[in-house]
């Protein structure tokens, strides 16, 4: 893809995006073609791990962008441009969730979906790949969705909750049960305190 | 070692892919409903036209309110003190006291409670039928004022309903010391 990995969820060198987002806000819909070019593969990875059905990701990932255009002029740069998106994003998700309930794909849908592409570092077994998203998948949902965003996508604790409307605690809390049950179903050793 | 298995974890995970093309291009239908709301109106805001119907409405009480109280500014201040008659009071409604995970302040608690015995001492000497629109008013904002809270509950991040709670929250204050400023003090032994 042609994102690049950092923390934080920021997929691109600001400038970029800010040339981009100008453009856009002055109606170049090419300019914002390219940022949905740029962004949009990590909003979708993001929309269908949270989702679990690559049906309702890409209506996402659509509404996303829509929401996205539309409010442009309230883009203020305090965060950076893919973080907003993804903020987007998960707002689509969980009303999504609301409006028409939590119904998933099943696992070997959904992991071949996620199995197609790997931007990973480094050498790793697509097996493993498929392991760690059937378990992650297997997550209930409040648990899947903090893990997705504060230990996948490297939010804090804060932008996570802030996120998903829920307190700090109920985070940190949904993310350690999430490690646990995670380790449990990979096999990994329990961590010691 | 804890440190060396929460890492194994964290390694298994960082080598999953964020991101993933759909199998599809998203990109036409994007576009295409881009251009149809470019055509169909200049400034398209699907959510943003409720909070605007809202605010139209907040915007009509509160201008409602303000002609309540230039009608009672030129009452007579003989028809003020005979309002001795009580007249039927609509049932009363109370501003919502937490909104979207926030509760009012308790400086704004306590001034309120003062504000509001002003303002019933008041009330109560004002003819019946500018007492009951008052009251009428005041009801208006407050009912106005739960439903954007209401509304704020389902969108709680959404900066504009949280502007429009906290001005409907200042235009029943202003009505309140409107009402309470503008009318005579209750008569005293002295006065009489």
């Known amino acids: ?193 | 070692m804890s440190s060396r298995r929460l890492d194994a974890l964290d390694e298994t995970l960082a080598k999953l892919p964020k991101s993933v093309s759909p199998e599809r291009d998203l990109w036409p239908e994007i576009e295409a409903q881009i251009q149809a709301e470019r055509q169909l109106k200049p400034a398209p805001r699907g959510l943003a036209s409720r909070w605007v119907q809202l605010a139209a409405a907040v915007l009509l009480v509160v201008g409602s309110s303000l002609v309540t109280v230039v009608v009672m500014r030129d009452v007579p201040d003989e028809t003020r003190s005979v309002a001795q008659v009580e007249a039927p009071r609509p049932e009363t409604i109370a501003m919502p006291a937490s909104f979207a995970g926030y509760r009012l302040g308790e400086d704004y608690l306590k001034a309120r409670a003062q504000l509001d015995a002003a303002f019933e001492q008041r009330l109560a000497l004002l003819p019946p039928a500018a007492r009951e629109k008052v009251e009428r008013n005041l009801n208006d904002i407050r009912a106005a004022a739960r439903e954007i809270a209401d509304t704020l509950a389902e969108h709680p991040t959404d900066p504009l309903l949280h502007e429009l709670l906290m001005s409907t929250y200042q235009s029943e204050l202003q009505l309140l010391v409107d009402v309470t400023h503008m009318t005579p003090a209750p008569a005293t032994r002295v006065q009489l």
């Open chain 1, 1 to 193: 893809m042609e994102t690049s990995e950092t923390v934080g969820g920021t997929a691109r060198e600001p400038s970029s995006d800010e040339l981009l987002i100008a453009g856009a806000r002055r109606g170049d819909m090419r300019a914002f073609e390219r940022l949905y070019r740029m962004h949009s593969g990590r909003v979708y990875g993001l929309c269908l791990r949270m989702t679990r059905r690559p049906d309702a990701a890409e209506d996402c990932v659509q509404q996303t962008f829509i929401r996205a255009w539309r409010n442009l002029s309230s883009f203020e740069g305090r965060s950076s441009f893919a973080t907003w998106l993804h903020r987007i994003a998960v707002n689509e998700v969980l009303t999504q969730a609301r409006n028409h309930g939590t119904r998933s794909e099943s696992d070997e849908t959904l992991v071949a979906e996620l199995d197609k592409e790997q931007d990973g570092d480094g050498p790793f077994d697509a097996a493993d790949v498929m392991d760690v998203e059937r378990a992650l998948h297997s997550l209930p949902d409040g648990a899947r969705h903090a893990m997705v965003l504060q230990a996948l996508y490297g939010y804090s604790h804060e932008e996570v909750a802030s996120m998903l409307g829920i307190a700090v605690g109920t985070c940190k809390a949904q993310v350690h049960r999430g490690r646990r049950l995670l380790r449990e179903r990979l096999g990994l050793p329990e961590a010691e305190l």
